[in-house]
């Protein structure tokens, strides 16, 4: 055990532990190696000195000074607390609480160790740990508010609930006659103890609270949101009535205000029921409305998140593509969706209904577009004929992506057509009008105003927009012609043109008409990042990355730092993507990788907020914070990139297992490293040096001097032009091109990235046929079988869900159960799964691999018989159907010879299924030419490579 320092010596240490907090480093290992001539083994000086070190880039001297420092005075509580500080800065969390309890066991009620502990177990989700944690820290210092706050969200967190409201009371009670509680903090902790009774089930309570304290809460927009989402639960409408009318008079603009208030009315419970009560416990999406999913998770937990985090299982469906004219579209969300279809009565009553709202605020669009949600036939074209008047009459750029969501309705898109046609028609008379109103009479009456020229500009572009959504491309450029002929200077027309280019499947002019864009407002954003995604789709990366600088703080910058510094994944992603088209896989893995050090790094910055938001008290926002975080990794940006980054991968380990040339090391230009052994300038192209004479050894050797000290050069001077330009040091990447990441081991990273997958996002389809396509090739029977129940279920337990048969059948005939799997295993557990998976709960467990093969092949019967007969089958199932029947052993070539390609077709669809047919049968197969011909019927603009 290290001396106790002299008086003289501890103000100097003082001045070290000062020195480290106002980030001072330099002067605090100054002021350390003064104590340490004088004492060269006291403990808490070299530890010290070691975490002021490790802020000055000198971690391994770090780490020895503080081991030294411990082995020196093992009782320390201050050299045990700095060790786990040390391991915090590395992120080395579980090293971190272990130090940190240490230190607890020779200072057991030091404020900032438990601290410290306890933001730690929290960001580690130990909420068990946390809570007693907090729990100790009150009963040292019970006069400090911030530790009755902290506790009780830790009961809150370990589902305590009574116990985390009851401390809440127990914190008012003692702090209420103390001045320093500001208005806002109370009214944050009056709004979080309802929140916490609500979650609990305690409706009632929850209420009761918000009443009795309504006048000292300052956020009334959550005020009101909470009475009328409670009295709702409760079944007390006229309440909930009340309050939604309130917030609709507050924004009349939020569509889930007004929503909310129609729910709330008794009339209208047959379509659109007000909002159940959350169940707790296991989720039935049986009894869950079909209205809740038009309502956020904010207003209702059941409702839809903000867009791309997963939705709730009951929000999923199997098959959410529709036919919309020629052309296949995925259902959108935020299409309205009631639970029956409403008679004539109900749709007047909706339509009185908004236009009462209306009358009291005539200004709001949202009470304006709401109704046509609900209505139909002759009724939704008078009503949708008064809004396209005022909004086409006043130029809006954006009407038809605000009409859009009514195509999903049957009949709706022929109505939009009949009146866009319409007022093209009667805009081009002699007298320009819309023509008569729904129901009026032909003729235009005799003090009739002429529109403003502008009117048909809009309208044959709103006209354009409709025939590309209908898939009528043709159409939609004549229309867009026309219209860039009446105002040639409109950007926005050659955005249009530009977009049906894209969706008739030539990029190639869809980027020429991007840049035209992007040219004729060169200050404007959101033109750029258009025209650097169109760039990025033909694989122009550099062109790409040049114009996605133009708006980065650096433009002379040559690099693309910047646009991972403000954390950019859209354009990482559309990167990544055209390098993996290119065959550039290290490159492409690179920003792969970038995108899910974005997703660490936003995990790590939670740390920051754990004693920031106890101290501002914004409790509410701290818990859905945690929320977040933990479902973090579900997000759509992640799970783009893992799903990309994984296809990687496999390809490589396959190539690698096949002996295909060059991929154990590579070519360069086929996006490999290079290969292992080749040294060039006349040495040996061998990868073993033992086999190299003396003299080719000595030149290989120099060989590799030079070329490390050409990089060390290089990087040396880009730091220093660097410095030079913007005054400060920049980080040099040693990697620009992922070389190193194509030399980790292929199968382990895919692993690592499918068990992330898993873990968060369960519930997307893409993660379960990616887990399976990992395992299988690790011979890892459970995981696969794991992933095939996961995917039965979330294809509604059908054995025939596209995305299901193909694995599945690959499971029954190519994985080798009873070599790869123990015998016991394999009865007790594999073929009683797959029993349930091809006939449902309840059947009979096969008895031997045999009968599971024998059920397995009926359907693939019937799903060879769909592809052969079935008229509005879709390409996607075509593909997972042909790779089915590969899996089978069945001979495809003779059923795509019946196959005939019909029924509305998709274009990416279209592109994954002729690369399909051109790798396993080649351009010159009949089933190729078929398909290429349909998809030219459909897609006569559509450039096949």
Request: glycine content about 4%; hydrophobic content about 35%.
């Amino acid at each position: 055990m290290s001396q106790q320092l002299p008086a003289k010596d501890q103000a100097v240490f003082r001045s070290i532990v000062k020195f480290y907090e106002t980030k001072q480093y330099k002067k605090g290992v100054k002021a350390a190696d003064a104590i340490l001539k004088k004492h060269p083994e006291h403990g808490e000086t070299l530890c010290m000195k070691g975490l002021t070190v490790s802020y000055l880039d000198r971690k391994e001297e770090a780490y020895e000074l503080v081991r030294k420092g411990v082995k020196c005075d093992l009782k320390s509580h201050v050299c045990w607390h700095v060790f786990g500080l040390l391991y915090r800065q590395d992120r080395d969390y579980h090293e971190a609480v272990k130090c940190y309890r240490q230190a607890l066991r020779f200072d057991p009620e030091n404020i900032q160790i438990l601290r410290d502990l306890s933001l730690l177990q929290i960001h580690r989700r130990d909420v068990t740990g946390f809570a007693e944690t907090r729990r100790k820290l009150l009963q040292v210092k019970p006069n400090n508010r911030l530790n009755w706050v902290g506790y009780a969200i830790a009961e809150h967190l370990c589902k305590s609930y009574e116990f985390a409201w009851t401390c809440i009371d127990n914190y008012e009670n003692s702090f209420k006659e103390q001045d320093q509680v500001s208005n806002y903090e109370n009214s944050e902790l009056h709004l979080y103890k309802a929140s916490i009774m609500e979650e609990a089930g305690k409706f009632e309570e929850a209420l009761a609270c918000l009443k009795q304290n309504e006048s000292q809460i300052v956020d009334k927009l959550s005020l009101w949101e909470a009475k009328g989402r409670i009295s709702m639960f409760l079944g007390r409408q006229e309440e909930a009535q009340e309050q939604f009318k309130k917030l609709v008079k507050i924004n009349p603009e939020h569509q889930v205000y007004a929503l909310a208030y129609m729910a709330s009315q008794s009339e209208f419970a047959s379509f659109w029921p007000p909002l159940p009560a959350p169940q707790n416990g296991e989720e039935n999406p049986a009894a869950v409305p079909k209205s809740v999913l038009s309502f956020p998770n904010t207003l209702h937990p059941q409702g839809m998140p903000v867009f791309g985090w997963l939705p709730p299982r009951h929000a999923l469906k199997p098959q959410r593509r529709l036919v919309i004219g020629r052309k296949q579209h995925k259902r959108r969300i935020d299409t309205l969706e009631t639970e029956v279809p409403l008679n004539d009565e109900q749709q007047e009553a909706v339509v009185k209904l908004f236009e009462e709202l209306r009358e009291e605020f005539p200004k709001s669009d949202s009470l304006k577009r709401l109704p046509l949600f609900f209505i139909t036939g002759q009724l939704f074209k008078a009503k949708l004929d008064e809004y396209l008047r005022n909004r086409l009459r006043k130029g809006v750029p954006s009407l038809f992506r605000t009409i859009r969501s009514y195509y999903f309705s049957p009949e709706k898109p022929e109505l939009v057509q009949e009146l866009l046609l319409q007022y093209v028609k009667c805009l081009k008379e002699d007298i320009s009008w819309f023509g008569p109103p729904v129901g009026g009479t032909a003729e235009p009456p005799k003090m009739c105003d002429e529109e403003p020229p502008t009117a048909l500009l809009f309208t044959l572009m709103t006209l354009a927009e409709h025939f590309d959504f209908m898939g009528e491309t043709h159409k939609a450029l004549e229309h867009v012609d026309e219209a860039i002929a009446h105002t040639p200077t409109l950007v926005e027309l050659y955005a249009c043109k530009a977009r049906i280019f894209k969706h008739a499947g030539d990029l190639e002019k869809s980027a020429k008409c991007y840049e035209e864009v992007r040219e004729m407002d060169l200050a404007d954003r959101y033109l750029n990042t258009q025209c650097v995604r169109a760039m990025l789709r033909v694989d122009d990366t550099q062109g790409g990355m040049e114009k996605a600088l133009l708006f980065s703080k650096e433009p002379d910058s040559h690099e693309a730092a910047n646009l991972h510094d403000m954390q950019c994944m859209w354009y990482e992603s559309a990167v990544g993507r055209s390098y993996y088209r290119q065959k550039k896989y290290g490159k492409a893995l690179k920003q792969f990788h970038e995108t899910f050090k974005h997703f660490s790094d936003i995990a790590e910055d939670q740390f920051d907020f754990h004693n920031y938001c106890l101290r501002k008290t914004t409790l509410k926002a701290y818990v859905a914070m945690l929320r977040m975080q933990e479902r973090l990794y579900s997000h759509k940006f992640y799970r783009r990139a893992a799903k990309d980054a994984v296809k990687i991968y496999l390809e490589l380990y396959d190539a690698k297992v096949a002996g295909v040339d060059g991929v154990a090391g590579g070519d360069k230009a086929d996006g490999y490293p290079q290969a292992a052994g080749w040294a060039g300038d006349g040495v040996a192209k061998t990868g073993n040096e033992d086999e190299l004479s003396a003299e080719e050894k000595k030149k290989l050797k120099h060989k590799k001097k030079r070329e490390a000290q050409k990089q060390e050069q290089k990087a040396t001077t880009t730091a220093q032009n660097a410095t030079a330009t913007t005054g400060k040091p920049k980080k040099v990447d040693d990697d620009p091109d992922g070389e190193k990441l194509l030399q980790q081991d292929f199968m382990e990273q895919a692993s690592k990235i499918v068990r992330t997958m898993v873990t968060f996002s369960g519930l997307d389809s893409a993660t379960h046929v990616m887990t399976y396509e990992v395992f299988s090739r690790q011979k890892k029977v459970l995981h696969c079988l794991q992933a095939l129940r996961q995917l039965w279920e979330l294809g509604g337990e059908d054995k025939f869900y596209y995305k299901l048969v193909a694995p599945l059948t690959h499971f029954c005939f190519v994985m080798d159960l009873e070599k790869d799997v123990p015998e016991q295993i394999c009865k007790e557990v594999v073929l009683p799964e797959i029993a349930v998976i091809l006939g449902g709960e309840g059947a009979t467990p096969f008895t031997s691999v045999t009968q599971m093969r024998e059920a397995a092949s009926k359907v693939v019967d019937q799903v060879e018989a769909r592809i052969k007969g079935a008229s509005d089958i879709f390409l996607v199932e075509v593909l997972y159907g042909l790779k089915c029947l590969k899996a089978a052993g069945r001979d495809r070539a003779a059923l795509l010879e019946a196959w005939k390609p019909q029924g509305v077709m998709c274009l990416k669809e279209s592109r994954k299924l002729l690369a399909y047919l051109e790798k396993e049968f080649g351009k010159d197969s009949p089933a190729w030419t078929k398909l290429q011909k349909r998809c030219t019927e459909f897609f006569p603009l559509m450039v096949i490579s």
